[in-house]
């Protein structure tokens, strides 16, 4: 049976879908998770044999954290994986303005503590490592559409943490011939987004707008844009990455590009509400058409102090899992249950 | 014998006086002062000012003149804001760090968390004490960031490809300089230095130590030493040269990054042939790989020869940088060339080893040569640093 290792996220988006995705692949699922005072296993309770009794079945928990390499070399002693997907980091990147050398340390050095790991245990040769890099490396775009071979530009401590963990997973590759890819996923969504992410929060705020629970909310750069697809689409890439026969980084992404104001305008166009938009900058709002109340206002706060520009790419369908029945009722019923 | 610090030594440190009015404030912090005003320098049991010993306003006493240090560590965020806090610089030169490569394999979280987040650490330390708007911030980036090279030569606008634990650590660090410059205006520049050498190079570092070995072999006290990969090619200048860009870039109008190089490319493999030239040997090569040597074609000895365990597990095969940038906006070109900066580390490494008591071994003291900028060897009384 192969043996899997997912890090720390499996208790965040993709670490649940990819653990789901190798559960149903006949895997062996190990994760790491960190402690925490309040129980943080929302999104992979279905994964255990007994949810209520939190039995394992295929899917293990180790506690460890990306700090702490003693604990990274004990889990991959003892599990002796056969695949590591290193999906473990402070991942809001405006958070990382304010956080940045727990960023640099969790995202950059944690991910060549998890490297020497697989040294020390002698896994070199036979362990396959998959890095969540990111389009934020992009930033400042230097070409437009972005592939694997257009220059990196960071704008964020996020993307700077980022960089360094991708060329250190290149130097592992080429120094040591381990088997290790950068998957290089733009934005990536679904209903188990974490709530501060710009498109859940308009989803969430929206369904509390429909379900009257909440007049008005706020964010930062409207005219942000971005290649969003959906997160169970992009770790199958990753698990692909991982079973071709010569290690490569990849880009993954739809090819369609949008701004954060067209988001919450289809968002609002599911309750039947039109937004307009009047003002400039900080003052702008978006109002409601049919009723007139200001349901979008902007927010200083929510600016980066450097912004990632114009990520360009091809056309394709986009929201489709917004204008799923189902995907609408999962998101009517989170927010009903608030 | 783990010398943290970077190689550029405290030539040229741009301390002046910090009395006077505030405008007119001339006040530097320098991480690295030992590599190579104000210095931070690490807690060590053993005396490591050796390389600044000449600048105390007394050595003997190591009384502080115009020259002030602080104990730090780049690992350590509270006391950067504290020596920040009290100091209240005006340039900062961030030259501290892990600079050996090969060395960073064996230890490349240490590498990361000096190199790169103490670099963002200074940062912070720079925010926090509310210096953003007045400080100037000079950052050591690295010839090393170009690696595995995508066009020859390499200049500012040239992608980055890292070929070592060190130069993902400093790719880090040029990355989080250039984003504290766009989101916070500050002045902070990458100077992208290419491999730069002085008599003060770290012993380990390949220049040094074939100088220093050639010496030894010159007074009779070694009969061979070994090297890693003969083909690597570089572009050496000298750290003095280097340190004069370092503080040009702070002075200008604008922040940009630069690249500082002579242009010229040599081999180690030609280091070792002009070295043994200067106390008239002539090596021959015999063999190939590992099993390749170099011998004294005069004497038929061997005194070179090749052990793997100094070979990298990537290599940088071939760096030449182009310094047309600095050239134009700097008013900044190379003074010590390759002949000349080889001809230099030797020498100042034959004559201060030179035994006055004729009880053998290696003794300090002694006259040193300098190469000056004045373009003539000088003689001076100024020791060589102990060996470490």
Same mark, same amino acid.
């Given at each position: 049976? /192969?043996?899997?290792?997912?890090?720390?996220?499996?208790?965040?988006?993709?670490?649940?879908?990819?653990?789901?995705?190798?559960?149903?692949?006949?895997? /062996?699922?190990?994760?790491?998770?960190?402690?925490?005072?309040?129980?943080?296993?929302?999104?992979? &309770? $279905?994964?255990?044999?007994?949810?209520?009794?939190?039995?394992?079945?295929?899917?293990?928990?180790?506690?460890?954290?990306?700090?702490?390499?003693?604990?990274?070399?004990?889990? *991959?002693?003892?599990?002796?994986?056969?695949?590591?997907?290193?999906?473990?980091?402070?991942?809001?990147?405006?958070?990382?303005?304010?956080?940045? /050398?727990?960023?640099?340390?969790?995202?950059?050095?944690?991910?060549?503590?998890?490297?020497?790991? *697989?040294?020390?245990?002698?896994?070199?040769?036979?362990?396959?490592?998959?890095?969540?890099?990111?389009?934020?490396?992009?930033?400042?775009?230097?070409? *437009?559409?972005? @592939?694997?071979?257009?220059?990196?530009?960071?704008?964020?401590?996020?993307?700077?943490?980022?960089?360094?963990?991708?060329?250190?997973?290149?130097?592992?590759?080429?120094?040591?011939?381990?088997?290790?890819?950068?998957? *290089?996923?733009?934005?990536?969504?679904?209903?188990?987004?974490?709530?501060?992410?710009?498109?859940?929060?308009?989803?969430?705020?929206?369904?509390?707008?429909?379900?009257?629970?909440? /007049?008005?909310?706020?964010?930062?750069?409207?005219?942000? @844009?971005?290649?969003?697809?959906?997160?169970?689409?992009?770790?199958?890439?990753?698990?692909?990455?991982?079973?071709?026969?010569?290690?490569?980084?990849?880009?993954?992404?739809?090819? &369609?590009?949008?701004?954060?104001?067209?988001?919450? &305008?289809?968002?609002?166009?599911?309750?039947?509400?039109?937004?307009?938009?009047?003002?400039?900058? &900080?003052?702008?709002?978006?109002?409601?058409?049919?009723?007139?109340?200001?349901?979008?206002?902007?927010?200083? @706060?929510?600016?980066?102090?450097?912004?990632?520009?114009?990520? $360009?790419?091809?056309?394709?369908?986009?929201?489709?899992?917004?204008?799923?029945?189902?995907?609408?009722?999962?998101?009517?019923?989170?927010?009903?249950?608030?």
């Amino acid at each position: 049976m /192969e043996t899997s290792l997912a890090l720390w996220e499996l208790f965040h988006m993709d670490g649940s879908y990819l653990a789901e995705f190798l559960l149903e692949k006949g895997y /062996e699922v190990h994760g790491i998770v960190r402690r925490s005072s309040s129980f943080n296993t929302g999104r992979i &309770e $279905h994964l255990y044999k007994n949810p209520q009794a939190h039995t394992e079945g295929n899917m293990k928990l180790h506690y460890g954290d990306l700090t702490d390499s003693t604990c990274l070399v004990k889990i *991959i002693n003892e599990v002796k994986p056969t695949e590591i997907y290193n999906l473990g980091a402070q991942s809001h990147v405006k958070i990382s303005f304010d956080l940045a /050398e727990y960023t640099a340390d969790v995202d950059g050095v944690g991910t060549l503590r998890l490297l020497d790991a *697989i040294k020390t245990c002698g896994l070199i040769n036979s362990v396959k490592f998959y890095q969540a890099s990111t389009s934020e490396l992009f930033g400042k775009v230097q070409e *437009i559409p972005q @592939k694997e071979t257009t220059p990196f530009y960071p704008r964020s401590p996020y993307g700077a943490a980022k960089l360094y963990a991708y060329w250190i997973v290149v130097n592992f590759r080429e120094a040591y011939n381990l088997f290790a890819v950068n998957g *290089i996923l733009f934005n990536h969504e679904s209903p188990r987004r974490g709530a501060n992410f710009v498109t859940r929060k308009i989803s969430r705020s929206v369904a509390k707008i429909h379900l009257g629970q909440l /007049e008005c909310f706020s964010l930062g750069n409207l005219d942000a @844009k971005r290649d969003w697809g959906h997160a169970r689409d992009y770790v199958e890439a990753m698990w692909l990455m991982l079973q071709t026969d010569e290690p490569e980084d990849f880009v993954i992404a739809t090819g &369609e590009v949008h701004s954060v104001r067209e988001f919450v &305008e289809k968002s609002f166009r599911h309750i039947g509400k039109t937004i307009v938009w009047e003002g400039k900058n &900080e003052n702008e709002v978006g109002r409601c058409k049919e009723t007139g109340k200001i349901h979008v206002t902007v927010n200083h @706060k929510y600016y980066r102090p450097t912004e990632v520009w114009l990520q $360009h790419r091809r056309l394709q369908e986009l929201y489709v899992f917004l204008q799923l029945p189902g995907a609408m009722r999962e998101l009517c019923c989170q927010a009903s249950c608030m």
